[in-house]
């Protein structure tokens, strides 16, 4: 019986990954990416919505992912989230690394608007973390 009871509770577990991921799939919105002619770091910012319908002035969330890797064979790649908001956008590249940098990191800009406060933030992203520093 027990056997049973986890084979049930791990297709139930994967079947609500799957349905995860079929959702990101198909309502990301690309809002931004570098530029891959120089082989550093490349980051891919996703953008996705909660699932649902605005009601009385209350909508879905927003939340970023933050894609970034390596270039090579094997890659080292990593993704980071960042936290809900009402709106999220994109609002510029302040670093793309150079060829050669130690500890290369991208930095760019992101403007958040919860309950109609609007907050500038830096966000720092490399292979081993992610910062966002409020300005």
């Not at 027990?2 to 690309?30: P, Q």
């Not at 992912?65 to 809900?84: C, M």
């Not at 908001?85 to 992101?110: M, Q, R, S, V, Y």
Request: glycine share 4%; proline share 4%.
């Amino acid at each position: 019986m027990r056997v049973v009871m986890l084979i049930i509770i791990s297709l139930f577990i994967s079947s609500c990954a799957k349905n995860d991921l079929v959702y990101f799939a198909n309502n990301f919105e690309e809002i931004a990416k570098t530029d891959n002619t120089v082989p550093t770091l490349s980051t891919r910012l996703l953008k996705l919505r909660e699932h649902g319908e605005c009601f009385e002035n209350k909508c879905p969330q927003e939340a970023i992912y933050v894609a970034v890797s390596e270039f090579g064979e094997y890659p080292d790649q990593k993704l980071y989230i960042t936290p809900k908001a009402n709106e999220w956008l994109f609002t510029g590249w302040k670093h793309i690394p150079k060829l050669g940098e130690d500890n290369p990191t991208i930095i760019f800009t992101l403007k958040s608007i919860n309950n109609e406060i609007q907050s500038n933030i830096t966000v720092k992203a490399n292979l081993f973390g992610i910062e966002y520093i409020n300005e």
